[in-house]
């Protein structure tokens, strides 16, 4: 089955300054990425996502590169605010009509004044 | 619009006792999932169902049974209960056509004692 990867675990970043987090995934079949956030005691939030016949998409400070021939995909947030501490978790899927998603472990973002 | 609904918000069982969480979603979705979540570990998926009167097992799915109930309600349910399925449970649901976002509830969390 897929196995998706995600580092680093733990990233602080001043105020301003961009984050990068980077996952890994096994499958090459996989053709949807999505990325989560996930704030203290609530529920993931969609924040992004990209398909596989896409290299790269923004949205506003947030944006997301994809690399099929490595296999790997990265989250980009850039003029980090207080707001955007959290913890990130990237995922994978080979689609389907479930479209089932593998998760990787999760970053916890501190974004400090 | 809910979105997606779960019930209850927090339990303690013992060990050995049976319980069912409830999950219901408004948004004319055809598949739901069910994830557990443990720190450090991600989201894993423990059944799915991809339509209404089809449910399937996902990376975890020892010790749970579901139930699509229609296409609204998906339930899960632990028949004995274990410490080590002591987590936090996440619901979601999509659309189910391919690679299309999950919606996430705003999950369980079970202690097991």
């Known amino acids: 089955g897929e196995n998706v990867e995600q580092h680093p675990s733990t990233l602080s970043v001043q105020e301003g300054d961009s984050a990068v987090i980077k996952c890994t995934y096994s499958d090459s079949a996989s053709n949807y990425f999505p990325w989560y956030k996930q704030e203290l005691g609530k529920r993931p939030q969609l924040i992004i996502d990209?398909?596989?016949?896409?290299g790269e998409k923004k949205d506003q400070r947030i944006a997301v590169t994809l690399n099929k021939t490595a296999k790997h995909f990265s989250l980009h947030i850039t003029e980090t605010q207080p707001e955007d501490s959290a913890v990130y978790f990237c995922?994978?899927?080979?689609?389907?009509?479930?479209?089932?998603?593998?998760f990787g472990t999760g970053t916890r973002l501190q974004v400090t004044l | 619009n809910a979105g997606v609904t779960q019930t209850p918000k927090f339990q303690v069982l013992k060990t050995g006792q049976s319980m069912t969480l409830q999950c219901a979603q408004d948004?004319?979705?055809?598949?739901m999932y069910w994830y557990r979540q443990d720190p450090g570990m991600g989201l894993r998926l423990i059944y799915y169902s991809a339509s209404e009167g089809t449910t399937d097992k996902g990376e975890v799915p020892n010790g749970y049974n579901v139930s699509r109930l229609n296409k609204r309600e998906f339930s899960l349910r632990l028949e004995s209960a274990a410490p080590s399925q002591t987590s936090v449970y996440f619901c979601?649901?999509?659309?189910?056509?391919?690679?299309?976002?999950?919606?996430f509830g705003d999950g369980t969390r079970l202690s097991i004692l």
């Open positions: 948004m004319n979705h055809n598949s």
């Open positions: 995922a994978a899927s080979r689609g389907g009509t479930a479209s089932k998603l593998t």
């Open positions: 990209i398909r596989s016949n896409v």
């Open positions: 979601a649901s999509s659309e189910g056509l391919i690679n299309q976002p999950q919606h």
